[in-house]
């Protein structure tokens, strides 16, 4: 109207109307300006043996819209899955009210449903890389809550690599292929891991048959980095979420995996797809584990050191709702490929923990979103909250429609306003207000201890799951320089004396087989030596 009073806008619209030109229907094909396409099969050209002319809309606006088809691929979670599904709350947690814990309303009541997206992934290795690869799998999930959307953007593994965000890009350049061979190698990943001992507890699953799930169905999901839950009153507990699959959970040996991979590198994608077609729908059980809000002298690791499981028999898992994928996407693009998970994405009454990693997590997301989907990802379908969007941002490229309330003022795109703008909400509940005082340092945390739970871990496998893992480290070092072979076997014995020395044996017997080019006899001999003297000491 224009003058500045509460005009309604609802954004564009997006019904469509039927055609009605003679002999034209639903199926017709249009181009995307709407035109109607008589002739899809030749170019206009000037006679039938060409040439073609440039003034043709139809072809160029076709042929150049292929030309933009691929968006970046993620940098890293490139190849994945995806579900939606439900979430069911139980509205407790470990027998008393959840209330007594956190606000979050999407769990305070029984049988309360909250629509979900899932993506899962791997993590190395492009778009269509096989399935079967060595990697940790990701565990993404999207809650369409009544608050607005809720991201938990976890892995199948409970722990990770380092646990400081700085280190993450080195990480992941050890991991991608080669800058001159274009391949991985196994020189380049040990590099990093033995100059990086705080990875050992992530090397003794990921190199053992849990660093090859046999798909998505059968596998555990973890949020991995420690969350808070925050009550009515403000005060919060420190958390960490885990996925237990109702489908039990399936690891491969390095040979089961090569044998699938030999006839179908996409099988975890269509395990996932045909499971739900055929009704027979996947479920996880989500569980958390609780621990009061403080730095926890007692334990022997940091409570927000992502490197590190907080032991089950002092933190139990207590079950807070169950999660059904029960539909396939329509389109793989649209809403797999799109989808944009953060770990910055909280709803009312879940919080950040002072977790180094997390907060280095939570600005990269929403960062690499904005451009590998667009600045207004937010809009598309997939990544909108399912309730009431009603922002001042405005414009940007791709915008799909106007984020305002139906009774807003369209010429009011700020606030405050006194002509109808949008108004902020009531409070939901005091804010938590942790105290900080400390020197702006850069240091590592103090209680380390890279090897204690690794040492466990690899005690606490089943023998065949040893093996493999001798194995598959074997086959993985077999070619790297003396140098990194003999700091993975520090690095190992550290952890446990048999694991150094079986590697250490391992690598002399590898060594013997190829003709021992570049870790010699005696080189190993000695490892075996050293590896052996530890184990008595
Ligand atoms: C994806 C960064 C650690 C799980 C991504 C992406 C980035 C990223 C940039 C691509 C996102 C996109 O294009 O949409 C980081 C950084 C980390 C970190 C900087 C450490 C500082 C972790 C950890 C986990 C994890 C510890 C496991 C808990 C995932 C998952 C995805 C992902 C599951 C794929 C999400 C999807 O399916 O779209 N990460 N990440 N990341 N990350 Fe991380």
Known sequence: SGDGTGTAVTGAGTSQDQRTASGENAQTLTTRQGHPVSNNQNLRTVGNRGPATLENYQFIEKISHFDRERIPERVVHARGAGAHGVFEAYGTVGGEPIEKYTRAKLFNTKGKQTPVFVRFSTVGHGGHSPETLRDPRGFAVKFYTEDGNWDLVGNNLKVFFIRDAIKFPDLIHSQ????????????????????????????????????????????????????????????????????EPQQGIKNLTAPEAEAIQAKNFNHATQDLFDNIKKGNFPKWELCVQIMSDDEHPELDFDPLDDTKIWPEDQFPFLPVGMMTLNKNPENYFAEVEQAAFGTGVLVD???????????GRTFSYSDTQRYRVGPNYLQLPINAPKKHVATNQRDGQM????????????????????????????????????????????????????????????????????????????????????VIQDKMIELCTNCDADWGRRLAEGLKAATNADGGNQYNDQQAGQAVQQAEEMAHD
């Open 399 to 482: 915008t799909y429609h106007v984020d305002a309330a139906p009774s807003q003022n369209p010429h009011v795109n700020y606030e405050p306003s006194s002509l109808n703008g949008l108004k902020e909400s009531p409070s939901q509940g005091p804010d938590h207000q942790p105290m900080y005082t400390g020197r702006l340092i850069r240091q590592t945390i103090d209680r380390t201890n890279n090897f204690g739970q690794a040492g466990d871990r690899y005690r606490k496998h089943e023998d065949w799951e040893r093996d493999d893992l001798i194995n598959n480290m074997v086959g993985a070092l077999a070619d790297a320089e003396k």
């Open 349 to 359: 009454g879940l919080d950040f923990s002072d977790d180094k990693m997390l907060q």
């Open 176 to 243: 991608k292929p080669d800058p001159v061979f274009n391949r991985q190698t196994g020189q380049r990943i040990f590099d990093f891991i033995a100059n990086t001992p705080e990875a050992m507890h992530m090397v003794s699953f990921l190199f053992s048959p849990w660093g090859i799930p046999a798909n998505y169905r059968q596998m555990q999901g973890s949020g991995v980095n420690t969350y808070k839950w925050v009550n009515a009153q403000g005060e919060a507990v420190l958390v960490k979420y885990h996925w």
